[in-house]
């Protein structure tokens, strides 16, 4: 069996590396130099070449738990054996019962009635959708525009890219839903702050202008990352999420937090709107609800928001809502949930977070000074680091830093300018000490 592989030991055929197109990746360059992880233990991956390589991002932002998580794997192996799938049509099973009133239990007061899909993208959708279809069914059918966020990533569906603010997400794809877009929150003179920037609030007035010009008579809902994660950890301005909250409040327009990375323990909270003391009317959330073992995501809403369906919904056997997944609240998703929130509350899950969180700002904040380092951001255990652009390569430098972590035994993301950091909840002050060292040390060796 002929091998692209410079030691010979990633075990894969040339054709196999061929046939699968990579999602969201370089694949002429990965397949050049493949990154290949064969398995996964506590808060370290291990490579086709038999390395230990620290988890610098949870996965994709994912298992802050840590990997192999017993119980979890238990509870998934045993609901397969038990049940593999459940119809969610029509027909339903105990699980998504129990986990929904699990996840309304991490949730702030209010929002109580859930949606589950399967990832965060799905999300991001349905929100778009719920908040479309609430203002029609409430004699409110001109409100149909979305407003989301420049530098905004809300998945990849095409609500999701139409919301979201990241050019080169969507600039390839042609017309979108009908949307506009507030300013990014990143502020001349917020550079290197620690938590949430001082500067910025006035920046959600810029609401009251695309009101001024559209009317909220026309306006579904506005979507917003609390904090933005695949931007490059992109934190609200202090007072900014409040004003977001009472103009839409008093503009009878919807509010979304799409909390698929903030939600369940990473803002220090068990969300964001926790965190930052505001309450949106739909949450979206995914990843960390199943410590990234199998795909889950969802929203969370009023019960209010849902009585409206409910009302409107006709003779008593019609669907109130045409809309889910073949992967709605699948059992094994379920179980894999149900553990996980059990092992967050019973590890403290945000406790660790906010324990490691200072250690882990004076660690990233090091890197100040680094050659090539414009800005740090950090909020609960998440960090951007901006890097100036290589002329004529805006993406390049952060790519090369992370390879160079890579060769040094850490796995950490990037994209755009930024490189983006989030550890496991319960790494050691140590092992984040030495992520950050390794970056140093990669960005010394960048011409
Ligand atoms: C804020 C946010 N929304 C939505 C998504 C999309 O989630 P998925 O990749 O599960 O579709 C992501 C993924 O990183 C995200 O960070």
Same mark, same amino acid.
């Given at each position: 069996?002929?091998?692209?592989?410079?030691?010979?030991?990633?075990?894969?055929?040339?054709?196999?590396?061929?046939?699968?197109?990579?999602?969201?990746?370089?694949?002429?360059?990965?397949?050049?130099?493949?990154?290949?992880?064969?398995?996964?233990?506590?808060?370290?991956?291990?490579?086709?070449?038999?390395?230990?390589?620290?988890?610098?991002?949870?996965?994709?932002?994912?298992?802050?738990?840590?990997?192999?998580?017993?119980?979890?794997?238990?509870?998934?192996?045993?609901?397969?054996?038990?049940?593999?799938?459940?119809?969610?049509?029509?027909?339903?099973?105990?699980?998504?019962?129990?986990?929904?009133?699990?996840?309304?239990?991490?949730?702030?007061?209010?929002?109580?009635?859930?949606?589950?899909?399967?990832?965060?993208?799905?999300?991001?959708?349905?929100?778009?959708?719920?908040?479309?279809?609430?203002?029609?069914?409430?004699?409110?059918?001109?409100?149909?525009?979305?407003?989301?966020?420049?530098?905004?990533?809300?998945?990849?569906?095409?609500?999701?890219?139409?919301?979201?603010?990241?050019?080169?997400?969507?600039?390839?794809?042609?017309?979108?839903?009908?949307?506009?877009?507030?300013?990014?929150?990143?502020?001349?003179?917020?550079?290197?702050?620690?938590?949430?920037?001082?500067?910025?609030?006035?920046?959600?007035?810029?609401?009251?202008?695309?009101?001024?010009?559209?009317?909220?008579?026309?306006?579904?809902?506005?979507?917003?990352?609390?904090?933005?994660?695949?931007?490059?950890?992109?934190?609200?301005?202090?007072?900014?999420?409040?004003?977001?909250?009472? %103009?839409?409040? #008093?503009?009878?327009?919807?509010?979304?937090?799409?909390?698929?990375?903030?939600?369940?323990?990473?803002?220090?909270?068990?969300?964001?709107?926790?965190?930052?003391?505001?309450?949106?009317?739909?949450?979206?959330?995914?990843?960390?609800?199943?410590?990234?073992? %199998?795909?889950?995501?969802?929203?969370?809403?009023?019960?209010?928001?849902?009585?409206?369906?409910?009302?409107?919904?006709?003779?008593?056997?019609?669907?109130?809502?045409?809309?889910?997944?073949?992967?709605?609240?699948?059992?094994?998703?379920?179980?894999?949930?149900?553990?996980?929130?059990?092992?967050?509350?019973?590890?403290?899950?945000?406790?660790?977070?906010?324990?490691?969180?200072?250690?882990?700002?004076?660690?990233?904040?090091?890197?100040?000074?680094?050659?090539?380092?414009?800005?740090?951001?950090?909020?609960?255990?998440?960090?951007?680091?901006?890097?100036?652009?290589?002329?004529?390569?805006?993406?390049?430098?952060?790519?090369?830093?992370?390879? #160079?972590?890579?060769?040094?035994?850490?796995?950490?993301?990037?994209?755009?300018?930024?490189?983006?950091?989030?550890?496991?909840?319960?790494?050691?002050?140590?092992?984040? #000490?030495?992520?950050?060292?390794?970056?140093?040390?990669?960005?010394?060796?960048?011409?």
């Amino acid at each position: 069996m002929e091998l692209s592989d410079p030691h010979g030991l990633i075990g894969l055929t040339p054709s196999q590396l061929d046939a699968y197109w990579m999602p969201s990746t370089g694949n002429r360059q990965f397949k050049a130099d493949p990154r290949i992880f064969v398995s996964a233990h506590g808060r370290h991956y291990r490579d086709a070449q038999g390395r230990s390589i620290f988890d610098g991002l949870s996965g994709l932002w994912t298992c802050g738990l840590g990997h192999g998580r017993t119980q979890i794997t238990k509870a998934v192996s045993d609901q397969v054996a038990a049940m593999d799938f459940s119809p969610p049509f029509q027909f339903g099973h105990r699980l998504a019962f129990q986990l929904a009133e699990q996840v309304v239990s991490f949730m702030p007061a209010g929002l109580d009635r859930v949606f589950f899909v399967g990832s965060g993208s799905e999300a991001a959708d349905t929100s778009l959708k719920i908040a479309r279809a609430y203002w029609r069914l409430r004699g409110q059918a001109s409100k149909t525009r979305f407003i989301g966020r420049a530098k905004g990533y809300h998945g990849v569906s095409f609500g999701g890219i139409s919301v979201g603010g990241i050019v080169g997400n969507r600039k390839i794809y042609g017309e979108g839903i009908t949307v506009d877009h507030l300013s990014h929150t990143l502020v001349p003179g917020n550079e290197f702050c620690r938590g949430m920037p001082e500067n910025g609030a006035d920046l959600a007035d810029q609401l009251l202008e695309l009101i001024a010009l559209h009317d909220a008579s026309n306006i579904a809902a506005v979507i917003v990352e609390p904090w933005a994660g695949s931007a490059g950890i992109i934190v609200p301005p202090k007072g900014y999420l409040q004003r977001l909250r009472q %103009i839409c409040t #008093d503009h009878q327009i919807l509010l979304i937090f799409d909390e698929v990375i903030t939600a369940f323990g990473r803002s220090g909270a068990w969300t964001a709107a926790e965190a930052f003391g505001v309450t949106p009317d739909i949450l979206n959330f995914a990843k960390q609800v199943t410590n990234g073992a %199998i795909p889950m995501g969802g929203i969370v809403t009023t019960r209010a928001i849902q009585q409206t369906f409910l009302d409107a919904g006709g003779p008593h056997y019609a669907i109130e809502l045409p809309h889910g997944h073949t992967y709605s609240a699948h059992p094994v998703a379920c179980a894999a949930g149900l553990v996980t929130l059990d092992l967050l509350r019973q590890e403290s899950a945000t406790e660790q977070v906010n324990a490691i969180a200072p250690a882990f700002e004076r660690a990233v904040h090091s890197l100040r000074g680094a050659p090539h380092v414009t800005d740090i951001r950090n909020f609960g255990l998440a960090a951007g680091i901006t890097l100036a652009a290589m002329p004529g390569e805006p993406a390049r430098r952060p790519f090369e830093v992370a390879l #160079d972590c890579w060769r040094q035994g850490f796995y950490v993301r990037f994209g755009a300018d930024t490189l983006q950091l989030a550890p496991p909840f319960g790494s050691t002050a140590g092992e984040l #000490d030495a992520l950050t060292n390794a970056i140093g040390e990669a960005l010394q060796r960048q011409p």
